[in-house]
């Protein structure tokens, strides 16, 4: 590729850019749907969060370093409860991706971060920066304080 204009050969090569932020799938805030089993014996479906970009989801944000995030509703019983799961918290701007997991879920760390990784590599349209690769892991909320 020598000879071509070098703005063109680092768009063709996918280069990253330090002042890019990462906006693989895995870094953007989206959520999953799930079965969540009440109390009173209920299973229904849940839209839960698996990633909050602080950038785009302030809100979102906040209530997840407040321990707020989701919160449900049983449809049966009218129960309210909270979705006790593992999800990223993205932060481009300070280049922080923090993986929290619940602290009654401390010992899957290893299976939360392999997925993670499985994640990160599966989204290739988009380069891994350091501060992605090297994630942070904190356990509940009390670690995003």
Do not use: W
Not at 106 to 129: G, I, M
């Amino acid at each position: 590729m020598t000879g071509q204009d070098p703005k063109l050969q680092s768009r063709l090569m996918g280069e990253y850019h330090r002042d890019t932020p990462y906006d693989g799938r895995p870094g953007q805030t989206h959520a999953e749907l799930i079965h969540f089993s009440c109390t009173c014996g209920a299973i229904f479906p849940v839209n839960v969060l698996k990633t909050i970009n602080v950038s785009t989801d302030r809100e979102l944000a906040e209530a997840a370093v407040a321990g707020n995030l989701n919160r449900t509703q049983c449809p049966y019983c009218s129960r309210a409860v909270q979705v006790e799961l593992p999800y990223v918290l993205h932060h481009p701007q300070e280049e922080r991706f923090v993986l929290v997991i619940p602290e009654f879920r401390r010992h899957e760390e290893l299976d939360f971060r392999a997925k993670l990784f499985v994640e990160l590599s599966e989204a290739t349209a988009a380069a891994v920066p350091p501060y992605v690769r090297d994630f942070q892991v904190v356990f509940g909320t009390d670690g995003l304080r």
